[in-house]
């Protein structure tokens, strides 16, 4: 087995994020992800209604910027690229040629890509993880999964996507950690000024903390 660069297999899947020790949010009852921005009209799909869409299946590796890996996970649900030729390509505003995206969740967590990123075939809103529905902790109701892009891409919890013809601004500019904008493992786009080599030992450093923290809050 072959991770990207600077990665290593942990056992399991662990519960990690910026939540920290915070337990996830509660789910509403009629959970519905808006989406917005330079849309002629807002939409509003049901997470319910992803039943209904075509679906799809993948088996990826999934890869935190702090340098761990969980290897073998089965998602199922539906393919952006799916969501966005058929419902939000025939409502794109005139004129307006989209560059951004960003996906919110119901934790306020917020992830910013380039729209040519998350239209490749292995990016899922997905509602199920290793045959069963997503459980609170990997992001119920549903989450973006992008294996190709490190894990703080992969909103979990997702309530909101937008679509933005520039890139919006980022919040953490200033911060010792700045995240790549990209973020693709293969090219271990760690950060955003430093090679991504350069800045694994930092991160390595945070695994332990951040998972002993995240775990606190998990449901399990
Ligand atoms: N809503 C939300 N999504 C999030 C986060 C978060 O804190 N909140 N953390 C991100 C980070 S940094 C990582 S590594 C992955 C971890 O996903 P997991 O908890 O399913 O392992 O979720 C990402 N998505
Ligand atoms: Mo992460």
């Given at each position: 087995?072959?991770?990207?660069?600077?990665?290593?297999?942990?056992?399991?899947?662990?519960?990690?994020?910026?939540?920290?020790?915070h337990p996830a949010p509660p789910i509403p009852d009629d959970p519905v992800i808006t989406i917005g921005?330079?849309?002629?009209?807002?939409?509003?799909?049901?997470?319910?209604?992803?039943?209904?869409?075509?679906?799809?299946?993948?088996?990826?590796?999934?890869?935190?910027?702090?340098?761990?890996?969980?290897?073998?996970?089965?998602?199922?649900?539906?393919?952006?690229?799916?969501?966005?030729?058929?419902?939000?390509?025939?409502?794109?505003?005139?004129?307006?040629?989209?560059?951004?995206?960003?996906?919110e969740g119901l934790d306020g967590f917020r992830s910013i890509v380039q729209l040519d990123d998350v239209?490749?075939?292995?990016?899922?809103?997905?509602?199920?993880?290793?045959?069963?529905p997503l459980c609170s902790d990997h992001g119920a109701p549903v989450r973006l999964v992008s294996p190709?892009?490190?894990?703080?891409?992969?909103?979990?919890?997702?309530?909101?996507?937008?679509?933005?013809?520039?890139?919006?601004?980022?919040?953490?500019?200033?911060?010792?950690?700045?995240?790549?904008?990209?973020?693709?493992?293969?090219?271990?786009?760690?950060?955003?000024?430093?090679?991504?080599?350069?800045?694994?030992?930092?991160?390595?450093?945070?695994?332990?903390?951040?998972?002993?923290?995240?775990?606190?809050?998990?449901?399990?």
């Open positions: 087995m072959t991770l990207p660069p600077g990665q290593r297999a942990v056992d399991g899947f662990p519960r990690f994020g910026t939540h920290l020790h921005g330079h849309l002629t009209e807002p939409l509003a799909l049901a997470v319910s209604d992803l039943g209904s869409l075509p679906r799809r299946e993948i088996q990826a590796d999934f890869h935190c910027v702090a340098g761990w890996s969980a290897t073998g996970l089965r998602w199922a649900g539906v393919a952006f690229d799916t969501l966005y030729r058929t419902r939000i390509a025939p409502i794109v505003e005139p004129g307006a040629s989209l560059t951004h995206v960003t996906f239209l490749g075939d292995d990016v899922l809103i997905a509602d199920r993880l290793d045959g069963a190709g892009q490190y894990g703080f891409i992969n909103t979990k919890h997702l309530c909101r996507i937008e679509f933005h013809t520039v890139a919006p601004p980022v919040t953490d500019r200033f911060s010792p950690l700045a995240s790549h904008p990209r973020a693709r493992v293969w090219a271990e786009e760690r950060h955003r000024y430093l090679p991504g080599r350069a800045i694994r030992p930092i991160y390595r450093s945070l695994i332990g903390p951040i998972r002993a923290m995240s775990a606190r809050g998990s449901s399990a």
